[in-house]
């Protein structure tokens, strides 16, 4: 069975990246792209994660352009969606910024070690497709963030 591909509006694409806990940081560094499992949140049309100063992400991401990508697949329906936001990361200064994020819904690593650098990035572009027709991608989705 082949499905129809369907792009969806930025609309749909927000609130598709809102519901979600856990998706892909993709960076660029010298020594080639890398990309990141990580837990975010949506703050203020921003993608928000924590990491540590002194990874990869925390050494390269701050001041380039970034992707964020989020996804769920229904095999055995032939089903599923994704979401693309692309902008350049900054770090979230410390004080009332940092303070409104860890008010709003913080992001909260699985992985342990200490993660206090927030990033951000406040899309650019925010990009979609959903494969097949006649179902919300929310209703049956196996994780959605509990507000």
Not at 36 to 59: C, I, M
């Amino acid at each position: 069975m082949v499905v129809d591909a369907y792009e969806l509006g930025e609309a749909e694409c927000e609130r598709l990246l809102a519901s979600g806990v856990a998706g892909r940081f993709a960076i660029t560094t010298p020594d080639g792209p890398y990309v990141f499992p990580v837990n975010y949140a949506v703050v203020d049309k921003a993608v928000v994660v924590r990491t540590s100063p002194y990874g990869l992400l925390g050494t390269h991401a701050p001041g380039a352009t970034v992707a964020f990508e989020i996804d769920q697949f229904d095999y055995d329906y032939q089903r599923g969606w994704s979401v693309l936001a692309r902008g350049r990361a900054e770090v979230v200064p410390t004080g009332p910024e940092e303070e409104q994020v860890r008010g709003a819904l913080a992001p909260r690593p699985w992985a342990s070690g200490a993660r206090p650098l927030f990033l951000r990035v406040r899309w650019q572009e925010l990009t979609g497709r959903r494969l097949g027709a006649g179902w919300d991608p929310l209703s049956g989705a196996p994780v959605r963030r509990a507000r």
